[in-house]
């Protein structure tokens, strides 16, 4: 029965001659079973299957059953996590593994550096009161590119980013000038990132000064004070960059910016309640953002 119902989903591509003999079923036994009616609740859970498969590859293959069922829920179908557990298990969707990278901080250098002001305090009650910034890396069959971006830690929103084949201030600096543009934020904005020498670089520390924002820098060795930042660049390694291979570092920017939009649009965060950036935002503080 699995055959024939391959068949009837790629009769639109191939000719019927050509998918009976490969699956090496009878054409007659083909008719027969599309005049047939299904068993009860067979098609039901097909097209439940058909649906939660729809969610998933529309995902890029990145969600989970949990994300899987928000999605279907918040489109009106009743549906338990079981139930979407159980439709992953039979279309065999999986989605893409954690993987472990490097990091790219150089915060061996004499330049001076800021106190942790914003100490782990990532929850914020509106927008533009503090963003979050790192640097990361993709390799490409040119060489690596690296990416900057700036995080409004309210939402998750990335505010600001830029790409590079250099590791540089001009790398960090092009990404602050996308935020500040975009968002226009209020003097006294935190911002904070690691003590990298790009971020500590006397350019940086003076657009800061002239944008009117505090700076704030985590503590030396310890990822975990700008725990935001390592988890956007550990999904969007995951869920864009890990399975694929880049030719030129052209193709590597596309593909970041694809994600980027996708990512602020629409990604689901168990912190906003399952809404996407965008969506928080919008519920919370319309008055308060860009458009």
């Known amino acids: 029965m699995e055959r024939y119902r391959f068949i009837l989903a790629e009769e639109a591509n191939f000719s019927l001659s050509s998918l009976t003999r490969v699956l090496r079923v009878s054409r007659s036994g083909y ?58 298990r039979r279309r065999e969707l999986i989605p893409r593994a954690r993987k472990r990278f490097k990091a790219t901080t150089d915060s061996r250098h004499t330049l001076k550096v800021a106190p942790n002001l914003l ?19 993709i390799w490409t069959r040119q060489g690596w590119l690296y990416l900057a971006v700036l995080l409004d830690l309210h939402s998750r929103r990335v505010v600001g980013w830029a790409t590079s084949a250099l590791i540089d201030r001009h790398l960090v600096l092009a990404a602050l000038r996308m935020a500040l543009g975009t968002r226009r934020p209020p003097p ?10 790009q971020y500590a670089s006397g350019d940086y520390q ?47 920017r596309l593909a970041i910016l694809e994600y980027l939009r996708w990512y602020n649009a629409h990604r689901r965060h168990s912190t906003l309640g399952n809404l996407s950036p965008a969506r928080f935002e919008a519920l919370t503080s319309p008055a308060q953002v860009a458009a």
């Open 188 to 197: 006294g904005l935190l911002h904070h990132t690691d003590r990298g020498s």
């Open 31 to 88: 008719y027969a079973w599309r005049g047939r009616r299904p068993a009860a609740g067979v098609s039901d859970r097909d097209a439940f299957d058909a649906h939660v498969e729809s969610v998933f590859r529309a995902s890029r293959e990145r969600y989970g059953s949990r994300r899987v069922q928000r999605e279907l829920l918040d489109a009106g179908a009743k549906c338990s996590r079981t139930r979407v557990v159980c439709a992953m």
């Open 119 to 137: 100490d782990r305090a990532f929850q914020v009650a509106g927008p533009n009161q503090a963003w979050v910034g790192d640097i990361t890396y």
């Open 206 to 252: 003076d657009a800061l000064t002239r944008a009117g924002l505090v700076c704030s820098m985590s503590r030396k060795g310890n990822c975990w004070d700008n725990a935001p930042a390592e988890s956007f660049f550990a999904s969007l390694k995951v869920e864009e960059i890990a399975h694929r291979d880049f030719d030129t570092r052209d193709q590597a």
